[in-house]
């Protein structure tokens, strides 16, 4: 399936409540398409689930973290990348 259309279908299931599966699927998807945009956008949506819906906020660090070395060109995601490791670090403590 292609990335985006994959994406789109995580989303669908996200919006309808079904958070831990959309977390599996984004970090599926994270995994098959690990030079694709929607790779990062998949981690970073991983890690706001996690941090805000599941209060997961070692996990959110987790993805936050895979995305900072991601192989896909992201310096205009850079500052948000940073500001939701800082948000899911305050969460810990």
Not at 44 to 68: I, M, S
Request: charged residues 25%; proline residues 5%.
């Amino acid at each position: 399936m292609p990335a985006a259309t994959w994406l789109e279908i995580i989303r669908s299931i996200k919006s309808q409540q079904h958070f831990d599966r959309a977390v599996c699927e984004y970090e599926r998807l994270a995994e098959n398409y690990p030079a694709e945009k929607q790779s990062l956008l998949a981690l970073l949506a991983a890690g706001r689930v996690c941090l805000k819906k599941l209060n997961r906020p070692e996990d959110a660090l987790k993805f936050y973290k895979t995305a900072t070395p991601s192989k896909v060109p992201h310096l205009d995601w850079e500052s948000n990348i940073q500001a939701s490791l800082q948000d899911a670090g305050r969460a810990l403590t």
